[in-house]
Nanobody
Framework: VQLVESGGGLVQPGGSLRLSCAASGFALSPYGMSWHRQRTGLGRELVAAITRVGGRTNYADFVKGRFTISSDNANDTVYLQMNDLQSEDTAVYYC?????????WGQGTQVTVSS
């Protein structure tokens, strides 16, 4: 299983970014995909998740109303639209694919929010 993330970068407070994660190399249908982040000195935390069947979403309280997760099942890609970014959103963002009871992680993409 391979997960390739893209879309990170430097943005000013109040700005927006869209992260993408393209998954490949699996035969079973995945249960879902999610985005997590790890801020400096802290543990990895869930940001948002989406199920493959039904597209049910779940968000961490700190991103509700600002971030939106979506997926393109035909292309096995998940997106994270991030609006109104703040300095506390600065982190490495990781994509996770849950399939067959096993979690697979991407390499991470840096998001830096700074003026």
């Amino acid at each position: 299983v391979q997960l390739v993330e893209s879309g990170g970068g430097l943005v000013q407070p109040g700005g927006s970014l869209r992260l993408s994660c393209a998954a490949s190399g699996f035969a079973l249908s995945p249960y879902g995909m999610s985005w997590h982040r790890q801020r400096t000195g802290l543990g990895r935390e869930l940001v948002a998740a989406i199920t493959r069947v039904g597209g049910r979403t779940n968000y961490a309280d700190f991103v509700k109303g600002r971030f939106t997760i979506s997926s393109d099942n035909a292309n096995d890609t998940v997106y994270l639209q991030m609006n109104d970014l703040q300095s506390e959103d600065t982190a490495v963002y990781y994509c996770r694919l849950l399939i067959g009871g096993t979690a697979h992680w991407g390499q991470g993409t840096q998001v830096t929010v700074s003026s």
